[in-house]
């Protein structure tokens, strides 16, 4: 509904010959992309949206979920199949830095048996069985490549969200991911890592369109401040980072608190440092307008129905505006920049009743409709290959973990509940038809 797949046709046949086959890509799919005021725009100033879900990859294989359920190929057509454009795959920096010392962990076997210890046995011989592409000496980021290449094939828009850094589930406190300078949050490895990837993206992945700098930032005890002053700092570093690298690539900033808010950035506020700290009396002004990237800056937020909502959509409506949706709204004259926003994850457990057990499906829908926001799912994954999440109990890591609020079901071949799927992914899409 929202790429014009179809008036590219012409343009494709007559420039088939002159260009490599994944500059042809790239137009058929309207890339790059770039922004104008509230909204994201193709390659021809057309509006688009990203319609989207979660693919994780940022758990301890690194490698995308699901791949010894079934073929990559498989896993990518149920995107399609659910109505949806784009999908945003999640990656750890440890990734790009084993990648970058050459670690020989990073072969398919060491990475799924150093995690998975004796039962990974069967689950590489799975992913083989599934995937015969590959062998157990395919690297991850071949694993990667292939991936991405079979997202162009079905016109599948890949947005790259850089998850964690020490690659586990996220994201609890102090679980040493959150903030930078935070235990395995390595700011410089950070921007490293983006440098390298991005470029990575750009040459390689033909559907590669932007880059969310980081998911869910959050408070840590031990890490430098936690302060919108600290969050300009190293945020405007990173996306410096990528914009050398790939400098089509839109770029995503994440709020704060697991990025539920971040109204201080469309309306201008003076950010600011921390009283007694290293910040204290520090502060910066995050005007897209000062940046090479000005074109490419677009907003994420989350939100998930934790407090189990019953309000009436007017009231939900209202308190989650505040948190950063005058970015969109033209009428508010209190912002002083309009910028797009992307929902990048929302989501709950598709057990086929809860959809209907608060107001938090039906609202959301509303929301997406009134501000015509794109959104991404979370999740696709019906099973991880294994999960670690600190402080669960009795057990922190589990292999083969079920995942409850998946699209699809635990063999990655169905979907788990299609009544939940009608009332809420598919009414989402359809508000923004
Ligand atoms: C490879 O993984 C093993 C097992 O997790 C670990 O002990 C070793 O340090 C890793 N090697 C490198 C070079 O990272
Ligand atoms: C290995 O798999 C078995 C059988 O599914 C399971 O009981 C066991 O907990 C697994 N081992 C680990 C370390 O998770
Ligand atoms: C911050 O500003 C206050 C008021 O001007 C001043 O007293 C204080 O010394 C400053 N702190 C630092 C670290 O410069
Ligand atoms: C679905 O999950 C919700 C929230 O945990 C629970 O209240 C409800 O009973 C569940 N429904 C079914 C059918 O298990
Ligand atoms: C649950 O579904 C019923 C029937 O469609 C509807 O009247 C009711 O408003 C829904 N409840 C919620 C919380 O969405």
């Not at 057309?46 to 498989?74: C, I, R, Y």
């Not at 910066?284 to 307008?289: E, L, Q």
């Amino acid at each position: 509904m929202l790429f014009r797949y179809c008036t590219f046709g012409l343009l494709v046949g007559s420039i088939a010959s002159a260009l490599p086959s994944s500059d042809v890509k790239k137009r058929k799919l309207g890339l790059p992309y770039s922004t104008i005021s509230k909204d994201i725009i193709d390659r021809d100033g057309n509006p688009v949206l990203f319609v989207g879900s979660n693919w994780p990859g940022h758990q301890e294989t690194m490698l995308p979920e699901g791949l010894q359920h079934a073929s990559v190929k498989d896993i990518v057509s149920w995107i399609r199949k659910f109505g949806l454009n784009s999908i945003r795959l999640t990656f750890a920096i440890e990734m790009i830095d084993d990648y970058l010392s050459n670690s020989p962990n990073q072969t398919l076997e060491r990475t799924i048996l150093n995690p998975l210890g004796d039962n990974g046995t069967s689950v590489l011989a799975d992913i083989l069985k599934h995937n015969p592409q590959f062998t157990k000496e395919t690297t991850r980021l071949e694993i990667w490549d292939d991936v991405a290449k079979e997202l162009a094939r079905q016109d599948v828009i890949l947005h790259l969200d850089n998850h964690v850094s020490k690659a586990f589930w996220c994201c609890a406190l102090d679980d040493g991911n959150g903030w930078f300078g935070e235990k395995y949050f390595d700011v410089e490895k950070w921007i490293r890592g983006w440098g390298f990837i991005a470029k990575h993206a750009k040459d390689h992945w033909p559907s590669f369109a932007s880059v969310g700098l980081r998911n869910e930032l959050r408070s840590a005890k031990q890490a430098e401040p936690y302060d919108w002053y600290t969050w300009h700092l190293h945020m405007t570093a990173a996306a410096d980072a990528v914009h050398k690298s790939a400098p089509e690539a839109l770029i995503f900033f994440s709020g704060l608190d697991y990025d539920v808010y971040i109204d201080p950035i469309p309306l201008g506020k003076t950010l600011t440092g921390t009283k007694g700290t290293a910040t204290e009396n520090k502060t910066a002004i995050f005007n897209p307008s000062k940046h090479a990237w000005k074109t490419k800056v677009v907003l994420e937020i989350h939100k998930y129905d934790f407090e189990a909502t019953q309000d009436d959509c007017a009231t939900f409506k209202k308190k989650w505006y505040a948190k950063g949706f005058q970015a969109v709204d033209l009428s508010n004259q209190a912002a002083k920049y309009h910028l797009p926003m992307v929902i990048s994850e929302w989501g709950f457990i598709h057990n086929g009743t809860y959809w209907n057990q608060t107001t938090y499906a039906k609202c959301l829908t509303e929301m997406v409709k009134d501000y015509h926001v794109g959104f991404f799912q979370w999740e696709l994954s019906g099973s991880f290959y294994l999960q670690t999440r600190p402080g669960r109990v009795p057990q922190a890591t589990i292999q083969g973990l079920e995942e409850f609020w998946g699209l699809l079901n635990y063999n990655w071949d169905g979907v788990r509940s299609p009544v939940t799927v009608e009332n809420s992914l598919d009414k989402m899409v359809a508000a923004l038809g």
